[in-house]
């Protein structure tokens, strides 16, 4: 029961650390779109160079990111009595595959491709390239990478730091 508590507050955090930017500003995500919309959004006169400073940006953000993500799943691993190696990479994995999934499903399928709020001005012609499904299948799937990555360095604090 902790554990599926621990991925539904996951999810919302995930949510509100998403969406209200999102809504906010659509270009502040830019990053996350599909190629061929950042392409227009950087052929568009009031974006130039947007992508490229963005990109900058978006690299530091995803590494410190990372750090954060194996630093809070590691000690929410431990507060649930995850205090070896296997325990706490299937426990951070499962919650990173959760949130990973309902990214997918709720928040890419179910409100990306089909909210016109989050669509870039300049772009709001480009509905398939919005509704392109597989790219965020593909996106997911870096996720489960990236998950694999927290979930074994992780798994390395707790055994590291906890194990005698």
Known sequence: MSLFIQCVVCCLLFTLAIL?????????????????IRQRVEELPQYKGAIKQREKAHVGK??????FFVIALS??????GCRRFSTTFMHVFI???VVNIYDLI????GIFCHSKKLRIPGTEDMEKEYKDY??????ACIGIVLGLIVALLSGCIIHF???V
């Open 62 to 67: 995803k590494i410190f990111g990372l750090i």
């Open 161 to 163: 730091c906890f194990v």
């Open 75 to 80: 000690g929410c691993a431990y507060l649930s």
């Open 106 to 109: 709720v928040l890419d399928w």
């Open 95 to 97: 919650l990173f595959f």
């Open 20 to 36: 209200p930017a999102q809504y906010k500003d659509p270009i502040n995500m830019i990053m996350s779109y599909p190629p061929k």
């Open 134 to 139: 597989m790219f965020h299948v593909r996106s």
